[in-house]
Structures are given as structure tokens and as C-alpha cells.
């Protein structure tokens, strides 16, 4: 047992050389965000609860989505999410949180969000979250920081969006902060069937990441997604199946070069859901 604590403990170190440690950073947007290399800044669909809240004012009704990621096959590092979304008259209200590691090393993060368009095709969105970070051997800290973003259709199937997450620099302990993330992308949807997102992530404290995706629909229910980023290199892969009753099932995988495949699943649900190829 403590060889296994020893060596989880290892990975959780590589993975911090790596820049995969979260240490407060947003979760991917669901397994469509996974599969899409994380280019997921301008989604505006119940994944918004992870990627950029302002999306969230474009839902058509109340939607849920629950997900899990298990990082590089490790049966102990698993980051697991659940969203909720309900719009009103006075705009779009969410709840998400997150779950991130193991019994050595844990992160949590509840979040309490508000969108709400400004005008027909712009929206902003906010987000007050609760980060709780817990190691046995030292304890427990938390911390309240929040996250800002907006969306916009510039003209007809090119939308952008921006976010940025920690702003005010919260520090985990002295000279340990969360990290403060900008993030701006676009999303061109073509033709019905086809998406294709891009984006520039900085944390201020890491080089620029890039990040690409497309999504296409082989079918009218069926989706096939492949994605990119850097800093470190990651290909993604997954598949989307879209059911008429505004159910959804993701899957995908995400693959490191050095630490391997991190597999990814979702079941969202969105009421009213129109079918409509900016989202």
C-alpha cells in the first residue's frame, strides 16, 4: 500500500512538471471539450458551465451534464464534474463543480454562476468559486476567487468568446497562487454539420497555449471530434451521439506523448434544445 501511495504520488509530481497539475485551473468542458484539444472558450451550450459561463445564457431551457476523466489510465487519478443550468426571464443561473485527484492529494471546486445576453447575439457571464485543496499530511485550505467571460456572434456562424479565471491572483499558500488564465477563441460553424474552434490559453505564469478542434457530423446524431494543443502536446479524439429528446453521451480521449491516453465521458441533457449549428 505505501509503494502505491509512493508511486501515485510520483505521477501527480511528473504531472506537475508537465503543467497538468490543476491547482485551481477550470476542468475541461466535458468530453466534447476533450476531444476538441480544451478549444472550448466560445461553446455556448451546457459545457459553458466549465469553459466560459457568458455561454450559458444562449440555452434554450434548463440542462444538467455529469462527466469523468481518468488521468492516464490511473484508477486513482480521476476528475470527476457536474453542471446544472437554468434559464430565466432575468437570465441563465449554473452550478458546477469539480473533483480532482486522489486520497494523497485532492481539489474541489463549487462554483455559483449568472449569464445573461446584453443583446440578442451578446452575452457576459460570471462566476463566484469556492477552491478547496486537501493534503492529509499538511491539511486543508480553500479559498474564494471568481471568473469572467462574454460572447459575441460577430457575423452570421463566427462566434468569439473570452474569459478569464482568477483575476485577482489568489494565493493557495504564501508565494503559492492559483493561476490567473486568459482564454480567447472563436468558433466558425461553416455549414450545419461542421465546427471548428480555436484558442489561445495564457496563464501568467506558463507560455501561451494553443489549442484547435473540429467537429463534424457524420450523421445527424452522430458526431466525430479531433483536437489539438501545446505546451504540453496533446492529440484528442472522441465521438458525440445527439438524440432527439436533448440527450447527449460523449466520449473521448485525450494522449500525452510521454504519459499516455486520458479517457473522458459525459452525459449531458439540454431541454429545448434547437437544432442549430452554434451549438
Known amino acids: 500500500m505505501k509503494l502505491k501511495q509512493i508511486t501515485i504520488t510520483f505521477i501527480f509530481f511528473i504531472m506537475s512538471i508537465f503543467s497538468f497539475a490543476q491547482n485551481g485551473v477550470h476542468p475541461m468542458a466535458g468530453a466534447r471539450g476533450v476531444a476538441m484539444g480544451d478549444a472550448a472558450v466560445a461553446f455556448n451550450d451546457i459545457n459553458s458551465a466549465f469553459s466560459n459561463q457568458a455561454g450559458l445564457a444562449f440555452l434554450d431551457g434548463l440542462g444538467f451534464a455529469l462527466g469523468a476523466e481518468r488521468r492516464f489510465l490511473t484508477s486513482e487519478i480521476n476528475s470527476v464534474t457536474a453542471a446544472f443550468a437554468y434559464p430565466t426571464s432575468a437570465g441563465t443561473f449554473g452550478l458546477a463543480a469539480n473533483y480532482y485527484g486522489f486520497s494523497g492529494y485532492n481539489e474541489q471546486r463549487i462554483g455559483i454562476s449568472y449569464a445573461r445576453k446584453l443583446m440578442s447575439k451578446l452575452a457576459i457571464g460570471a462566476q463566484i468559486d469556492y477552491l478547496g485543496f486537501a493534503i492529509p499530511e499538511y491539511g486543508n485550505k480553500s ?26 491572483r489568489q494565493e493557495i499558500v504564501e508565494n503559492e497562487k492559483v493561476p490567473t488564465i486568459f482564454r480567447l ?43 489539438v494543443s501545446t505546451n504540453p502536446t496533446l492529440n484528442s479524439f472522441g465521438l458525440g451521439l445527439k438524440l432527439k429528446n436533448g440527450l447527449k453521451i460523449d466520449v473521448a480521449s485525450s494522449y500525452h506523448y510521454a504519459l499516455g491516453f486520458t479517457p473522458a465521458f459525459t452525459l449531458s441533457y439540454e431541454m429545448g434544445k434547437k437544432d442549430t449549428s452554434s451549438k
Do not use: C, W
Request: aromatic content about 14%; charged content about 20%; proline content about 3%.
Open 143 to 168: 479559498i474564494i476567487t471568481f471568473e469572467l467571460g462574454f460572447q459575441a456572434q460577430l457575423i452570421e456562424n463566427l462566434y468569439v468568446g473570452a474569459h478569464v479565471f482568477n483575476p485577482i
Open 185 to 227: 477563441g472563436a468558433s466558425y460553424n461553416p455549414t450545419k454539420k461542421l465546427i471548428i474552434s480555436s484558442e489561445l490559453e495564457k496563464d501568467m505564469d506558463y507560455d501561451m497555449v494553443f489549442k484547435a478542434g473540429i467537429e463534424y457530423f457524420l450523421i445527424d446524431i452522430l458526431a466525430l471530434r479531433v483536437g
